[in-house]
C-alpha cells in the first residue's frame, strides 16, 4: 500500500497515532528527504497553528545509569495519568557490540496491547549528522499526536545526539557514585542540565550521598534551582511521582515558543553546515550572519523551511 507521506502528516497532525510508524520509517529512510519533508510540512508549527503542545524531554546518562528501567516506571506514572507517550531510544549500538554492559541491558518495559505507548529504537551505526538530524525530525512528528515524547540517549556531555536542541526539558541521569558527571560539571564540561536524576536509591547511602554531592556542586555553580531527585526503578519504586512532577515543573516555567524558535534555528545552522560544510557558511558571511538571517526569520517556520532560507542565501 502505498503511503503519501503528507497525508501521515496530516494524520499525524490530526491526532492519529496510528500513523506514527509508517510516519517514522518515512523519516528513518535518509535517502528520500523529500518524502521526509512532506510530511513534516504537515507537522510545523506553521500547520498546526502554534507549537506541537506535546513535552519533548530528554533522558540521558552515562551506559548503564538505569535510564531505561527508570522510563519504563515514568511511562507507566504517564500512563496513569493519562497521557500518551512515545520513547525515542538512541543506541549507539556502534560502540557497545562486544561490551560486557550489554547482557546487563534494560528494554523499557510497557503493554503491547496499549495504543497509547509508542516504543522506537534507532541504530545510529556510526551516521554522526545524519542521525540527529532523524531524531530531531522524529521527535517533531511524534510531537503532534503524542502527550510526551522522550528522547533516551546514552553519553555525557555532548552526546551524538544534541538533545538540548531537541527538548524542552532535559534530565540528565546518574547512579550512585558515579563522579564523571559530578566532574564533568564542576568543570564546566557539561552544561547545567534541566533535571539531575541519581538512580538507584534503594541502594541507599550511595544514592544519598551522591545527590548531597550533586546539590553541593549545583550550589558551587548558581544552579542550586536545578532539583536533584533520587529515585528507585525496581520493586518498590519510590521518587518517580516526585519525578515527573519535577519534570512539568520545569515544562511549566518555559517560555516554550521562544525556546523551540532557538532550537529549531540552531538545529538549521548544524544541519545546514553539517551538509554543506563550513565552506558554505562563509558563504553566507560566517556564523554570525547566518544567525542573524535566521533570527529573521517568521518563529513558525519548521527546520527545512530555515534550512532552504539559508541556501537560497548561500
Ligand atoms: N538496584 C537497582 N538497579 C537498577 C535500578 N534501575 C536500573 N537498575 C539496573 O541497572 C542496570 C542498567 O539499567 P538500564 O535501565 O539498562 O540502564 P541504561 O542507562 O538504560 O543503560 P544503557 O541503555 O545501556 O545506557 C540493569 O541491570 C538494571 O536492572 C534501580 O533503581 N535499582
Ligand atoms: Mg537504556
Given at each position: 500500500m502505498a503511503t503519501d507521506p503528507s497525508e501521515l502528516g496530516a494524520r499525524l497532525r490530526d491526532?492519529?497515532?496510528?500513523?506514527a510508524p509508517a510516519a517514522l520509517n518515512v523519516i528513518e529512510n535518509r535517502a528520500d528527504r523529500e518524502a521526509a519533508a512532506a510530511l513534516l510540512a504537515e507537522v510545523s508549527p506553521a500547520a498546526l497553528g502554534g507549537e506541537a503542545p506535546a513535552h519533548l524531554v530528554g533522558v540521558t546518562g552515562p551506559p548503564g545509569a538505569g535510564k531505561s528501567t527508570l522510563l519504563s516506571a515514568l511511562v507507566g506514572r504517564w500512563r496513569e495519568a493519562g497521557r500518551t507517550v512515545a520513547v525515542l531510544a538512541v543506541d549507539p549500538s556502534s560502540k557497545r557490540s562486544g561490551g560486557s554492559l550489554l547482557g546487563d541491558r534494560a528494554r523499557i518495559e510497557h503493554d503491547p496491547g496499549d495504543d497509547g505507548v509508542l516504543i522506537r529504537s534507532t541504530a545510529t551505526a556510526g551516521r554522526l549528522g545524519g542521525l540527529a538530524a532523524a531524531t530531531r525530525e522524529a521527535a517533531e512528528a511524534l510531537a503532534a499526536p503524542f502527550d510526551v515524547v522522550v528522547v533516551e540517549t546514552v553519553g555525557v556531555g555532548q552526546s551524538e545526539t544534541d538533545v538540548e536542541e531537541v527538548c524542552d526539558t532535559v534530565a540528565v541521569v546518574v547512579q550512585p557514585a558515579s563522579g564523571d558527571v559530578l566532574q564533568f560539571l564542576k568543570a564546566g564540561i557539561m552544561e547545567v542540565p534541566d533535571v539531575l536524576v541519581v538512580t538507584k536509591a534503594d541502594l541507599g547511602e550511595p544514592a544519598r550521598r551522591s545527590q548531597r554531592d550533586l546539590e553541593q556542586a549545583l550550589a558551587a555553580l548558581g544552579s542550586s534551582e536545578v532539583p536533584v531527585l533520587a529515585v528507585s526503578s525496581v520493586s518498590p519504586p519510590a521518587g518517580i511521582a516526585e519525578l515527573a512532577d519535577a519534570l512539568d515543573a520545569h515544562r511549566a516555567g518555559l517560555d516554550l515558543a521562544d525556546r523551540r524558535t532557538r532550537a529549531r534555528r540552531a538545529s538549521a545552522l548544524r544541519e545546514f553546515t553539517a551538509e554543506h560544510g563550513e565552506s558554505a557558511l562563509r558563504a553566507l558571511g560566517g556564523r554570525r550572519e547566518a544567525e542573524r538571517l535566521l533570527a529573521a526569520?517568521?518563529?513558525?517556520?519548521?527546520v527545512a523551511a530555515l534550512i532552504e532560507a539559508l541556501k537560497a542565501r548561500a
Open positions: 491526532g492519529d497515532r496510528s500513523a526569520e517568521d518563529p513558525s517556520r519548521g
